[in-house]
């Protein structure tokens, strides 16, 4: 499927402009393409000549281990849910009482370490809000 067209001809990209720059300022815009919302270098130096808006993101290596960490007990959490989920359904598949018993038995096995993984996390999170807090 193609590329719409645009109704307003005034916003058609018409005219092709053609500049040469030094590799220092080449390296510098390619630089700024891969830390912002740009496309590519054509775009990046179009938003510069027009006075647009470059929305630039930068990632602070200090929050990776803490994000490793958040994405573990989050990964984790999630397949004990999953587990619950599987038990529940056995649960109402069951007809005898004794079979909802174990169900029942076997959730609560499950559902243990859920409260040391949010210790972990409300830990994390206190950590951060105290960093939070500090910069602020």
């Not at 200090?62 to 599987?86: D, F, H, K, P, T």
């Amino acid at each position: 499927m193609g590329r719409t067209k645009k109704q307003d001809s005034d916003q058609l990209l018409k005219h092709v402009l053609r500049i040469r720059i030094d590799e220092k300022t080449f390296k510098r815009l390619e630089k700024l393409v891969s830390t912002s919302d740009c496309r590519s270098a054509c775009a990046a130096a179009r938003k510069i000549i027009t006075g647009a808006r470059i929305n630039v993101f930068y990632r602070s290596d200090e929050m990776g281990a803490v994000m490793e960490e958040l994405a573990m007990i989050r990964r984790e959490i999630r397949s004990i849910g999953i587990n619950i989920n599987q038990q529940t359904h056995y649960f109402n598949a069951c007809e005898q009482t004794s079979q909802k018993w174990f169900y029942v038995n076997r959730t609560l096995e499950i559902y243990k370490p859920i409260d040391r993984k949010i210790e972990q996390l409300l830990a994390i999170a206190n950590q951060l809000a105290l960093k939070w807090l500090q910069g602020s």
